[in-house]
């Protein structure tokens, strides 16, 4: 009967240590997911008021044609302005050269960043403004 006992409590101890170590592997794969789904939706966010900042623009123009905002450079100049959409800072900067307007929009929540590019051209005559490309950029 003892070698019976000594024998089995070995095997209790090595089967509670395998079922904690699957269950951790759960947890752990639980978490990252977690994260990498949030992660996703923060970033979902930041883009989409990067764009929201584009159209802002757009609106800024159609309002007034012959704004003339005061970025020197796209890359590194001041930002012409900053809005909050839904908990998303969007950071903007306009250039204008003659009808054409770079605008680069920066969408940032919880140090989540996505930056959108567009070229608008606006006609001050007719007061059509016009969204020639928009395009995702590389941060």
Do not use: H
């Amino acid at each position: 009967m003892d070698s019976q006992g000594a024998i089995v409590l070995p095997m209790v101890i090595m089967m509670s240590g395998i079922l904690f170590i699957i269950g951790m592997a759960g947890l752990v794969a639980g978490v990252v997911t977690n994260r990498s789904l949030v992660s996703n939706r923060l970033s979902e966010k930041a883009l989409f008021g990067a764009r929201a900042g584009i159209e802002d623009t757009m609106r800024r123009i159609v309002r007034n044609p012959q704004w003339s905002p005061s970025c020197p450079s796209l890359s590194s100049g001041p930002l012409t302005g900053s809005l909050s959409v839904g908990g998303v800072g969007v950071d903007i900067c306009v250039l204008k050269t003659g009808n054409a307007y770079a605008v680069q929009a920066l969408g940032t929540v919880q140090g989540v960043k996505r930056r959108m590019d567009a070229a608008i051209e606006a006609d001050a005559a007719t007061g059509q403004v016009r969204l020639i490309s928009s395009d995702e950029a590389a941060f």
